[in-house]
């Protein structure tokens, strides 16, 4: 009864624009934000080293002339395009343009006569087993990131209807092929996925033929067996939403689509399940570095790769797999959206971690690829999974989706709102904005963060305005100050503070955070050996110890701590040219040595201790 009451509300849109949501925060224009340091050093050795070193976008095209060799392929080229679409939003580099430019014209090239840009022959679509309609999804999603970014081209917004329209004349309710029983798994999640690009396109052409397909999407659950809107309706939490099936992935992928479904819709019932999937995720599958998903002790035939109540699991000592990358990356994306939509600061405090920890902690040093899957104990980096390799070079959905996180560092550090800016990151940066009146303003970020938690902004709008600045208070941070013009403001954890006054040239926004090392006490996983132990945090940065200085770096040990759970300890120059932190620590045996978790360097069989063992007493 409750699935046909929401589902009649839903459809109920289906004939009229029911109400819009506005954005609380949303992108300021491309090339507005310049990141000095760390950040801008990783995006760079990505965006040479990958995107325009090693991709090779035209054989990824060629799938769609000669086939693919195994399913699912058709996605790398959407991939790849959309990291590069929003590195140009970022860079406006006229070398990553033309590769582009060509990119999009040769693909372009393979359109079908029935609209469709498909690995498939017109007489196997829609393809079930080989992942036609997921393939579609993301070269759909490329083409739109390329049309938005880099050339607003008229060809390719029309072969994008074209597209969308052949797939709406072969997926839906019977005699068409119903899109939930479409897909290589067991639950056809991945098929529903292209509830996002779909409702792009509903919102760059307002076609009500688009919003109508996408509330089908809606109303067919998500799954062969499951409703998954409906779970999450329900508070079900994520690792029982799909039966044997919760690949965290594509779940989210999915509601990143039902977050653009909202924000057309503005739907109570549909906020009530981005929200409960959001605070589920967020309590009980987010791990300490922000990723999420492991193969122990739930799911092991999905390969670590299934929501598993990892927050509670993720000590379990038989985990082998975990955190895959694409779920961290597609959680970040849904973070944002969250985030842009409520103006909250919680989402953007789980995007934080997770960049810091997990995205760049999956990253190749040499800037070329990222991870499969990551491990807090052992070997950290696991670059096997699906993919294949193209003359010699290995790429899988991983090393893709890699690049769109750090793509989307620049598009959500600095955001814009009706009141004024709004700083979500602290990383050093040069920022081009506009104030609520339309006028230029200037905002200059000094900092070494998170080096330490010191933090100068300089604003300085054209002309003397009202308008308000938030910045983002993290929750990790219990002791804060915050000045404007060297006078204290009160602010709280966890919250944007909203700073609302005439602004003029040279004014100033002081800020220091208590960057300080904490001892984070382990949880009691559900298997015997998932208990007693510790890990230890620097602000938002999550330490670890280095088998590649520290050969003693999983022996059981002992934090020294006080009262708070704070550690004293000592900031040292790194053992490693290429660790950016390094701390002594002291324990009750003696010091040890500790890295940030990102850049503990395990390609080269080399092993990492997150969380440390305790020394039984």
Not at 433 to 442: E, I, S, V
Request: with cysteine; glycine share 8%; aromatic share 10%.
């Amino acid at each position: 009864m409750l699935r046909n009451t929401i589902f009649i509300l839903l459809f109920s849109l289906s004939a009229t624009l029911f109400s819009q949501v506005k954005d609380q925060q949303f992108p300021l224009a491309p090339n507005s934000i310049k990141l000095h340091g760390n950040l801008e050093n990783d995006i760079q050795n990505s965006l040479v080293n990958w995107n325009k070193g090693v991709l090779p976008y035209a054989t990824f095209v060629d799938l769609f002339r000669v086939g693919r060799t195994q399913f699912a392929l058709g996605e790398m080229w959407g991939k790849a395009t959309r990291s590069a679409s929003l590195f140009y939003r970022y860079t406006q580099d006229p070398e990553l343009k033309t590769i582009l430019d060509e990119t999009v014209k040769d693909l372009l090239s393979t359109e079908r006569p029935n609209g469709s840009i498909s690995c498939s022959p017109i007489e196997k679509q829609p393809e079930s087993a080989t992942g036609d309609i997921w393939e579609r999804k993301y070269v759909m999603l490329g083409l739109m990131d390329y049309y938005d970014w880099v050339n607003h081209d008229p060809a390719v917004l029309q072969s994008l209807i074209r597209q969308a329209d052949c797939v709406i004349d072969q997926v839906g309710p019977a005699p068409k092929s119903p899109i939930n029983q479409m897909g290589w798994s067991s639950e056809k999640i991945e098929s529903s996925t292209i509830l996002e690009p779909i409702m792009r396109l509903y919102q760059m052409t307002g076609y009500q033929r688009y919003l109508d397909f996408a509330t089908y999407i809606i109303e067919a659950g998500g799954a062969k067996n499951h409703d998954l809107f409906e779970n999450a309706y329900n508070n079900v939490e994520p690792y029982k939403m799909a039966g044997t099936y919760p690949k965290a992935y594509e779940i989210t992928s999915l509601f990143e689509g039902l977050a653009k479904y909202y924000r057309v819709t503005g739907k109570p019932e549909v906020k009530r399940m981005l929200d409960n999937y959001y605070n589920n995720v967020r309590t009980k599958e987010m791990t300490i570095i922000g990723n999420g998903g492991a193969d122990q002790p739930y799911f092991p035939k999905v390969n670590g790769e299934a929501w598993t109540n990892t927050a509670l699991e993720q000590t379990h000592p038989n985990i082998k797999r975990m955190m895959e990358t694409c779920v961290g990356v597609t959680w970040m994306k849904y973070c944002s959206q969250l985030m842009r939509l409520t103006g909250e600061s919680s989402p953007m405090d789980q995007i934080e971690r997770y960049i810091y920890n997990g995205l760049l902690g999956a990253m190749k040093p040499t800037g070329d690829g990222f991870s499969y899957a990551n491990l807090l104990n052992g070997k950290k980096v696991n670059a096997s999974g699906w993919g294949r390799s193209f003359n010699g070079l290995l790429v899988t959905c991983c090393n893709l989706s890699g690049p769109v996180g750090l793509s989307y560092i620049p598009l959500i550090a600095v955001t814009n709102s009706e009141r004024g800016p709004v700083i979500n990151l602290y990383n050093a940066a040069d920022v081009n904005a506009t104030t609520p009146k339309g006028q230029a303003l200037g905002l200059k970020i000094e900092t070494d963060y998170p080096h330490s938690g010191k933090v100068k902004i300089h604003v300085n709008p054209e002309k003397a305005e009202r308008f308000a600045v938030q910045i983002r208070i993290p929750e990790w941070s219990k002791k804060n100050k915050v000045k404007v013009n060297g006078k204290s403001l009160k602010v709280e954890s966890g919250q944007y503070a909203i700073i609302d006054r005439e602004w003029k040239n040279n004014d100033r926004i002081e800020i220091e955070f208590e960057m300080i090392a904490r001892v984070i006490d382990g949880p009691q996983g559900s298997a015997p050996g998932s208990e007693n132990f510790q890990a230890v945090t620097w602000g938002p940065i999550v330490l670890a110890r280095d088998e590649n200085i520290d050969p003693t770096f999983n022996q059981p040990t002992k934090i020294k701590e006080n009262k708070r759970g704070v550690v004293k300890v000592t900031k040292t120059t790194p053992t490693r040219s290429d660790a950016r932190m390094e701390f002594i620590v002291p324990t009750t045996k003696g010091n040890i040595r500790m890295v940030d978790y990102a850049s503990v360097n395990c390609w080269e069989d080399s092993h990492v201790c997150t969380w440390l063992p305790l020394i039984k007493e």
